[in-house]
């Protein structure tokens, strides 16, 4: 990552930092309880100014080995004027799928965190309006989730003998 | 003309879906006498209304088949209705994603009885290669269907081949078969009204 933005980055979050890598897209990694304070740390700061959302979207981290299964948030940031991105992104056991909403901040992450919501089942407190957005409202599943199979959901004329699975 | 002893063949068994054939009855210079079922079939199956629901590359092969060098209108087709109030036949084509089920129900219940059902290609049959959350494995899980046309997409020739199958079932329908406890079973069935 380049030093000043990295610089800059310290000054405003300090040690809410816990690590940064620099990919295609500078990348910070925080707290989920922390993003939202980030998030509105790096929007109101006059240098950063990180003012525009590009997008946010959920993931899903399969159990690994030292790790439970988790799920993960991205946000993506650019600021305009200077032409700089930034990646932030947190992760949490996905028996605790909350986060505070950045609607407050970007009325643009509105339908993005229904749209995790809807996927993931990821939950924003403080969302204006919470529920599914592209899946049919009855739907019980999350259905981007890993565990979720991709195939076989409601489909009975499959014959194996003939797909030869 | 076709054999009076013998009215109907279940669809499976007709061999010919000619267009033209006249229902059984006797005929003479100038007259031909018929029961009031073969008379008001014969109206039914020549000017059917079709209410269009196309969604995807199904609905491409339709427009095809709609167009002149396959043409419609030989079977007296051509009038589509985007209106189902006036619609006799739902032609579902392409894909209907879950979330559209409860609105494709909604299509089948305002068209007016007698109605029909054919669902082309495989996604409106069955959900075709999209095996997914998201999509309805085939339509006759919301509304019954009437006939399925085979295809991915299916020709426009098989297209009018279903049509002409729809035909068959219009032109061999009793007038009391929407009223049996069969037909009241099945929409039950779907929870229709």
């Not at chain 1, 109101?44 to 590009?54: C, G, I, V």
């Not at chain 2, 609905?59 to 209108?73: C, L, P, R, S, V």
Request: hydrophobic share 40%; glycine share 8%; proline share 7%.
């Amino acid at each position: 990552m380049e030093e000043t933005l990295l610089a800059e980055l310290r000054r405003v979050l300090g040690d809410r930092i816990l690590s940064h890598e620099a990919d295609d897209v500078p990348t910070i990694v925080v707290d989920a309880p922390a993003l939202y304070d980030v998030v509105d740390a790096l929007y109101s700061d006059e240098n950063l100014a990180f003012r525009f959302l590009t997008t946010l979207f959920g993931m899903h981290y399969p159990a690994e080995a030292g790790q439970g299964e988790r799920l993960g948030l991205q946000v993506l940031l650019y600021n305009m004027r200077k032409g700089q991105r930034l990646r932030v992104t947190c992760s949490f056991p996905v028996e605790t799928p909350e986060l505070r909403s950045l609607t407050p901040i970007f009325p643009a992450a509105n339908w993005m965190e229904r749209e995790s919501y809807d996927f993931f089942g990821i939950r924003f407190a403080g969302h204006p309006n919470l529920k599914r957005i592209l899946n049919i409202e009855t739907m019980t599943v999350f259905p981007m989730r890993k565990d979720f199979p991709l195939e076989d959901q409601s489909r009975d004329d499959k014959d194996d003998r003939m797909f030869g699975r | 003309m076709s054999n009076p002893s013998q009215p109907f063949q279940p669809l499976s068994e007709a061999k010919t879906l000619s267009p033209v054939e006249p229902p059984p009855g006797i005929g003479g210079e100038g007259f031909f006498a018929t029961t009031l079922d073969a008379a008001v079939g014969l109206a039914r199956k020549g000017s059917m209304w079709p209410m269009i629901y196309a969604t995807s590359c199904c609905g491409i092969e339709f427009m095809a088949t709609a167009g002149a060098h396959y043409d419609i209108g030989r079977f007296g087709m051509e009038r589509f209705s985007y209106s189902p109030r006036q619609a006799d036949l739902l032609m579902v084509m392409g894909t209907v994603a879950k979330k559209l089920g409860p609105a494709l129900r909604e299509i089948y219940q305002q068209i007016s009885e007698p109605r029909w059902v054919l669902a082309v290609g495989a996604c409106a049959s069955s959900g075709g290669i999209f095996d997914t959350y998201s999509v309805l494995q085939g339509i006759d899980r919301v509304i019954p269907v009437d006939v399925f046309v085979p295809g991915c997409p299916p020709r426009p020739e098989q297209i009018l081949d279903g049509i002409l199958r729809v035909h068959y079932l219009a032109k061999h329908e009793s007038l009391r078969r929407r009223d049996s406890a069969e037909y009241k079973a099945l929409l039950d069935h779907y929870g229709i009204e």
